[in-house]
């Protein structure tokens, strides 16, 4: 009997991740390649599609398999894989049907009203879809249900593990050191000059440049491609077709370059799932925070070192003829990790990035909890950025109004960005002690690296939550410290203070 079910139970698995996989390929074709006029009927598709899961998800057959399965079964994969597809029932089974759908009717408005907004600098005209985005959120947090903080039950979806307590211990410490640290950065008398940076770069040796890159990260373009797009991404369509997009900005090599490595770490890790998972919802990477953890690992603690440009620096002027043939390296790379508060999270230094991720982080908090309202946002923004990072938005348009994520009802997502961060400094440590990683990133033969990855994180794909994942690593939970001790190593060193 047990073993029928197992068979339904993992059919009812295929059948759901074939679908998925249809959708990514769609979502992936319309951000690359498709022509404008296809998209309404595109989108069409994969909103029928995206039902068609949904049904999967929460069908009465798959609650009996749920119920018949859980706690009958040996097999730790299958196991695993009861547990999410449970998590996943009762997590869409709370929202009453038709709430749900009229939440995303107002999401797809809502992310409209929003482009419109930002390119007017009219935060009036988002405001009510973002009061009914925000209401919704707080009452399908009472419908997942919470211990202590309601923001809680939308930390959950991101980063499960992760709550209001734990951020609220880690993120003032860590805010303190940065803050400190940027003090002494901007009073040091030698700052660098990103002016050396500029040049005019062809897109097609920058994409040469790019994929090179790619192949020494050690990703398989038997199983990827490297496309163009206007906002880049990396998308797991399964283990053997792992696709990268990047940017090529013709004036500034910097979009392309960190932009592609950084797609290449989200990438690996999708490209390194164990095989046994495939067809299961466990084929996926863990949680946001880690597969951050996996990008900013290779964009900011590989490619930012100095190490990397002493090895890469020659064959990065080789593609860029018309530059940087008289700079000294010294200068090249202090110029790459010049620290400057700016007003937009996307263009910011690696410094001060988690400390725009604090200000959306306070902000989401009180609002889910019901401190304050939308009405109050761009006010609070503007202070909590002149509190935060010294600086104060002009206007909406470079302040409340600049992310995608709100529009789209996605709260809770924003602190996975800064908790990449610490894991990514926690892992790299810990990496450190295995291997010479300084001698190996100066070689440029990352293959020791990639499979230290692999066999640290990759392969168990979400058969593992990311702080049990991050315990069995470093034997240790989130640990603030070590991106500290990173960063005030790294820009003591680089800012002579
Ligand atoms: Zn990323």
Redesign the pocket.
Same mark, same amino acid.
């Given at each position: 009997m047990t073993q029928e079910i197992e068979h339904k139970f993992k059919e009812l698995l295929r059948e759901q991740s074939s679908y998925s996989e249809a959708i990514g390929l769609m979502a992936w074709d319309m951000r690359t390649k498709a022509p404008v006029k296809g998209m309404d009927n595109r989108s069409e598709v994969i909103g029928v599609l995206s039902q068609k899961v949904h049904e999967l998800q929460t069908s009465d057959e798959m609650r009996s398999c749920i119920d018949t399965l859980k706690g009958n079964v040996q097999d730790p994969i299958l196991k695993r894989a009861v547990e999410e597809a449970e998590e996943t029932y009762e997590k869409t089974a709370k929202i009453p049907t038709h709430e749900y759908r009229e939440y995303v009717t107002l999401q797809s408005k809502a992310e409209s009203v929003w482009a419109k907004a930002k390119a007017e600098n009219d935060f009036e005209s988002f405001q009510p879809y973002l009061e009914k985005l925000v209401e919704y959120n707080r009452r399908f947090a009472e419908y997942w249900g919470y211990e202590n903080h309601r923001y809680d039950a939308l930390l959950n979806n991101y980063e499960p593990g992760v709550t209001v307590e734990v951020l609220d211990q880690v993120f003032p410490k860590v805010r303190k050191a940065l803050t400190e640290l940027l003090s002494n950065i901007q009073q040091a008398p030698i700052q660098p000059d990103p002016s050396v940076l500029e040049g005019h770069f062809p897109k097609e040796k920058q994409a040469q440049f790019s994929e090179e890159i790619l192949k020494r990260m050690g990703y398989d373009f038997e199983a990827g491609r490297l496309d163009e797009t206007i906002h880049p991404f990396a998308i797991g369509l399964n283990r053997n077709d792992v696709r990268v997009t990047t940017k090529y900005d013709e004036q500034d090599f910097r979009t392309a370059v960190f932009g592609t490595i !950084?797609e290449g770490g !989200?990438a690996l890790y999708e490209q390194n799932i164990s095989e046994e998972l495939s067809f299961t919802p466990l084929a996926t990477g863990t949680s946001m925070g880690i597969h951050?953890s996996q990008?900013l690992f290779w964009e900011n603690f590989i490619a930012r070192n100095e190490a990397f440009w002493e090895n890469h620096y020659q064959l990065f002027k080789a593609y860029a003829p018309d530059s940087f043939q008289e700079l000294p390296l010294d200068d090249f790379y202090r110029a790459i990790n010049e620290v400057k508060p700016s007003f937009i999270r996307i263009e910011a230094d690696e410094l001060t990035y988690c400390l725009h991720i604090m200000v959306r982080y306070e902000l989401e908090k009180a609002l889910i909890g019901g401190e304050i309202e939308v009405k109050d946002l761009p006010r609070l923004w503007n202070e909590k950025m002149k509190d935060y990072l010294g600086i104060e938005p002009r206007n909406d348009a470079e302040g409340v109004l600049q992310d995608i994520h709100w529009s789209g009802g996605d709260f809770g997502y924003f602190p996975s960005y800064a908790l990449g961060y610490m894991y990514a400094a926690q892992l790299s440590s810990r990496m450190e002690q295995d291997l010479d990683v300084e001698a190996i990133i100066r070689k440029g033969d990352f293959h020791q690296i990639k499979e230290w990855l692999t066999e640290n994180i990759h392969q168990y794909g979400k058969m593992k939550k990311p702080l049990q994942l991050l315990m069995d690593v470093t034997g240790e939970g989130l640990n603030p410290d070590k991106i500290i001790e990173y960063l005030t190593e790294k820009y003591k060193k680089i800012y002579q203070f």
């Open positions: !950084h !989200h951050e990008s």
